[in-house]
């Protein structure tokens, strides 16, 4: 069992930034990936970015050069640094972890999610 909770979601003016957090109850090197998604109102949940293996990173296209994911072992964190927010991030986002389960099956855990909005 992973527990994840995300924090940092709130409300930002465009072009503004949120520092989002995923702590985990597991630790993280034993997790396969980790990564954020977000699902806004009337769309399909869709990744935004991922770290697979520690340091195979992966973006959505809309938020490459604007968001940032990494990792801290340590504090058994993960964290998405967005900048140069846009009206169109605004969604629900929930941190994700699959672990791998050799010879059974795969798991995936997810957050509650955090709210972000972006407005004027």
């Known amino acids: 069992q992973v527990q994840l909770v995300e924090s940092g979601g709130g409300l930002v003016q465009p072009g503004g930034s949120l520092r989002l957090s995923c702590a985990s109850s597991?630790?993280?090197?034993?997790?396969?990936?980790m990564g954020w998604y977000r699902q806004a109102p009337g769309k399909q949940r869709e990744l935004v970015a991922n770290?697979?293996?520690?340091?195979?990173?992966n973006y959505a296209d809309s938020v490459k050069g604007r968001f940032t994911i990494s990792r801290d072992n340590a504090k058994n964190t993960v964290t998405l640094q967005m900048n140069g927010l846009k009206p169109e991030d605004t969604a629900v986002y929930y941190c994700?972890?699959?672990?791998?389960?050799?010879?059974?099956?795969?798991?995936?855990?997810w957050g509650q999610g955090t709210q972000v909005i972006v407005a004027s």
């Open positions: 994700n972890a699959l672990i791998l389960r050799v010879g059974v099956d795969n798991q995936e855990y």
């Open positions: 770290i697979i293996g520690g340091d195979n990173i």
């Open positions: 597991r630790s993280i090197f034993t997790i396969y990936a």
